[in-house]
C-alpha cells in the first residue's frame, strides 16, 4: 500500500501536533510545524486547511495562537486520515490477460477474492488505528533518539 506525499505530511503533522498537547506546549505554528517537520511551508499550509475542513484540527489567531487537535487522538483514524486526504483507499486489482481461457479466469477470479480479502482486513486494521497509537509510538522512539545521544 501507498499514501501519498500530502497524507504523509498530515499524519505527520497530526502526530506532532498531538504529541505537543501531550506535553501541554499548545502554540504550534504553521512555521514551526514545517521546520519541525521539514515540510515545504506552501504544501503544509494547504495540508493544514484539508485537516481543517475535515475537523481534525482547529486554529486561533494572535500571539497565543497556533493550530490544535479538533478531536482527541483517540477518535482520529489512520483510516480517516488518508479517506480526507488522498480521497480513496487503494485497491489491490489484478488485471485479466487478453481473452483468457475458462481455467485462467477462474484462476485469477480466486486470486482476486484473495485480494479482497487482504484489502478489507488492512481497512479494518486501519479504522482501528488511532493518532494516540501513532503519538504513543512517536513518543517511545522520540525517547530513545534522546537516550542514545546522551
Not at 60 to 75: E, I, M, T, V, W
Not at 97 to 108: G, I, M, R
Not at 109 to 118: F, G, K, P, R, T
Amino acid at each position: 500500500m501507498k499514501i501519498t506525499r500530502r497524507c504523509d505530511y498530515a499524519l505527520r503533522t497530526l502526530i506532532y501536533i498531538a504529541y505537543r498537547e501531550d506535553l501541554r506546549q499548545y502554540k504550534i505554528t504553521t512555521k514551526e510545524l514545517a521546520g519541525q517537520l521539514s515540510i515545504p511551508f506552501k504544501v503544509l499550509s494547504m495540508v493544514l486547511v484539508q485537516l481543517k475542513h475535515g475537523k481534525l484540527i482547529r486554529s486561533s489567531r494572535g500571539a497565543q495562537g497556533g493550530y490544535f487537535l479538533d478531536k482527541s487522538p483517540n477518535d482520529i483514524t489512520l483510516y480517516e486520515v488518508i479517506l480526507l486526504i488522498d480521497g480513496a483507499v487503494s485497491n489491490y486489482r489484478h488485471d485479466f490477460s487478453a481473452s483468457p481461457t475458462n481455467d485462467s479466469v477462474n484462476a485469477v477470479q480466486s486470486i482476486q477474492s484473495a485480494l479482497e480479502q487482504v484489502q478489507n482486513r488492512t481497512l479494518d486494521t486501519m479504522r482501528k488505528i488511532t493518532l494516540r497509537e501513532l503519538v504513543t509510538s512517536y513518543h517511545k522512539l522520540t525517547q530513545e533518539d534522546r537516550s542514545y545521544s546522551i
